[in-house]
């Protein structure tokens, strides 16, 4: 079976949790920088990474990598490189995506058609003496990544990105990022049978994330990826990578994790989610003030993604509602709470000081995670 390097792209602040996702895959890390993980792999990697990888964006595959500081040099070095091992005749080649970041090459639109000049030129030399190339099958989509004018040429093997699980048709205003609500989900210490709580659930992705987690279920197995038609991998190795994921699902346990939201609309989308991503009977939403929220359960974990921007009017609105969000989390005192907000003062507004911060990206909003860790329960308590 070939060897192969990919990079998997995921939110600055992420690469972490990814790596050890990575890591329990059994693959070997190369390289870790600012949204970006790199480790090598073999073809049944390129199925097992687009299947279970939670926190990736993408997965590429990497071709070369190269430093260019002029459009000839970019030409190539990149034409040097036999594509024909890659994108085999009649395969379609678009680069999608450049982009270039403190380089002398900046142009991403001029970045891409020298580069596609060049693959076209490469193929040639494999397929044809003179003509045209055809592109009439499946799709080889390229990336082009210039940093410090160093080149990374890669093939996307996912197709759309992976934060797409097949489970969210419908979405409330400014919903988290699947990808995001799962790299939110590895650090927050909640294990099936213990209580999980978000009091402001809008389309119930942070809950879908975690109960796909609970079970082991593999966020990739209700899509399809564009490497799945590549003639250059074995068909079989896609049906035995989604035969072992199925076969890990661990359906049999039993627990429930709670909803609460204000909007019946929001929690409607979120039943509906829910049921396609095959997680309904674990998830238990209800129309619910997070500010009447109450528990007789002694430990816990409230996990939210709390209204800001686009989900509330203005900012003294936001202001209030963190400052009585403050009052009633507080009051469970045992309990664990995680907040994500791109509010700047939240900490002022909610009365306490967070146990940790981490800084994530929701897109290209930057957001803090507010950690306000509780004492561990005793053995056999909830």
Not at 40 to 56: F, H, M, P, Q, V
Not at 92 to 120: C, G, M, N, R, W
Request: aromatic residues 12%; proline residues 4%; hydrophobic residues 35%.
């Amino acid at each position: 079976m070939k060897n192969y390097t990919l990079v998997a792209p995921c939110f600055f602040g992420v690469e972490k949790m990814l790596g050890r996702e990575i890591q329990n895959l059994g693959y070997e890390i190369i390289k870790t920088e600012d949204g970006r993980v790199t480790y090598s792999t073999d073809e049944y990697g390129i199925a097992k990474s687009n299947l279970y990888l939670r926190c990736a964006e993408r997965v590429h595959l990497k071709i070369a990598e190269f430093e260019a500081r002029t459009f000839d040099e970019l030409f190539e070095n990149t034409k040097k490189i036999n594509w024909a091992q890659y994108i085999p005749f009649g395969g379609e080649f678009p680069v999608s995506k450049a982009s270039s970041i403190k380089s002398k090459l900046f142009s991403t639109s001029d970045i891409q058609s020298i580069v596609k000049k060049a693959v076209v030129e490469s193929l040639k030399k494999s397929y044809l003496e003179t003509g045209m190339i055809k592109e009439d099958k499946e799709k080889y989509p390229i990336y082009v990544f210039i940093h410090k004018d160093k080149v990374t040429l890669t093939i996307d093997t996912s197709g759309d990105a992976l934060h797409k699980r097949g489970y969210r048709e419908k979405a409330n205003k400014a919903p988290i990022r699947e990808t995001l609500a799962a790299a939110i989900m590895y650090l927050v210490p909640w294990t099936p049978g213990r209580t999980l709580i978000d009091p402001m659930c809008g389309s119930g992705t942070l809950l879908i994330e975690a109960a796909m987690k609970g079970l082991n279920m593999a966020p990739g197995l209700n899509r399809n990826f564009i490497s799945e038609k590549w003639r250059t991998i074995d068909k079989q190795i896609w049906w035995d990578a989604r035969r072992e994921a199925y076969d890990q699902i661990n359906d049999d346990l039993e627990f429930k994790i709670y909803g609460y939201d204000i909007d019946e609309e929001a929690l409607e989308i979120a039943r509906e989610n829910a049921e396609i991503a095959g997680v309904e009977d674990y998830i238990i939403f209800e129309h619910k003030n997070a500010l009447d929220l109450t528990s007789d359960e002694e430990y816990g974990f409230i996990v939210t993604n709390p209204p800001y921007g686009e989900r509330l009017e203005d900012t003294e609105t936001v202001k209030m509602l963190y400052k009585q969000l403050g009052y009633v989390l507080r009051k469970l005192k045992k309990w664990s709470y995680y907040l994500i907000t791109s509010y700047e003062d939240f900490e002022n507004e909610f009365g306490e000081e967070a146990t940790r911060r981490r800084k994530l990206y929701n897109g290209m909003l930057k957001s803090n995670l507010y950690q306000y860790i509780g004492p561990r329960p005793p053995k056999n308590n909830k």
